[in-house]
C-alpha cells in the first residue's frame, strides 16, 4: 500500500482520500479507523464480574456472542465486553475479521485452521488450547486473510 501526505494550508476540517482498486476488507478497516479517529488504540474496556479491565488488544484472540453478551476471549480469561459484535469489530484493528455471524478472530494469533467443507471450520490459537470456529460462508475471506498475511511477511 503507498501513502501519500499532502499538505494544503487551506483545508479546514483536515481530509483524508482514500483511491484503491477495489474496496476489501483492509480498505474498509482503514476507513472504520479513520472515521473513528484513534488509530493508537492499544486496549479496550472489558468487564470480570464487576471489576472494569483494560484488556491490550493482541491479547485477544476472539470474541463471541452468546446469551446475548459479546465475551472477550484471551488464552487464560474470558471478559464481558461493553460492545455489541459489531462496535468490536469497528474499534479493533484490520489484523480481527469477521469469522461467523457471532464470532470475530484476531488473525495474528491464529495457529491453524481445520477445513471443514461441511460445516464449520476449527480454529487453533497460538499457544492456547482455546478454539472457535469459521462458518463456512466466511471460511473463504478468511483464507484469504491468512494467505495474505503470509505473503507479506
Not at 483536515?14 to 476488507?25: L, M, P, S
Not at 456472542?65 to 462496535?87: C, F, I, N, W
Not at 461441511?118 to 478468511?142: I, Q
Request: hydrophobic share 35%; charged share 25%; net charge neutral.
Amino acid at each position: 500500500m503507498k501513502v501519500i501526505i499532502e499538505l494544503d494550508d487551506h483545508l479546514d476540517p483536515d481530509e483524508i482520500f482514500i483511491r484503491c482498486k477495489e474496496v476489501n476488507e483492509e480498505v474498509l478497516a482503514l476507513q472504520r479507523s479513520l472515521a473513528g479517529g484513534d488509530l493508537r488504540r492499544t486496549q479496550i474496556e472489558v468487564y470480570k464480574g464487576e471489576e472494569q479491565c483494560f484488556l491490550p488488544i493482541q491479547d485477544i484472540l476472539f470474541a463471541e456472542t452468546g446469551d446475548h453478551q459479546v465475551m472477550v476471549h484471551t488464552r487464560s480469561a474470558m471478559y464481558a465486553s461493553p460492545y455489541k459484535l459489531y462496535e468490536l469489530e469497528e474499534l479493533l484493528p484490520p489484523s480481527f475479521l469477521r469469522i461467523s455471524k457471532s464470532a470475530i478472530a484476531n488473525t495474528s494469533q491464529v495457529f491453524s485452521v481445520r477445513k471443514n467443507v461441511t460445516g464449520a471450520s476449527p480454529l487453533a490459537f497460538k499457544n492456547s488450547t482455546k478454539t472457535c470456529y469459521v462458518s463456512r460462508s466466511y471460511l473463504k475471506p478468511f483464507l484469504e486473510k491468512m494467505q495474505e498475511k503470509r505473503l507479506s511477511k
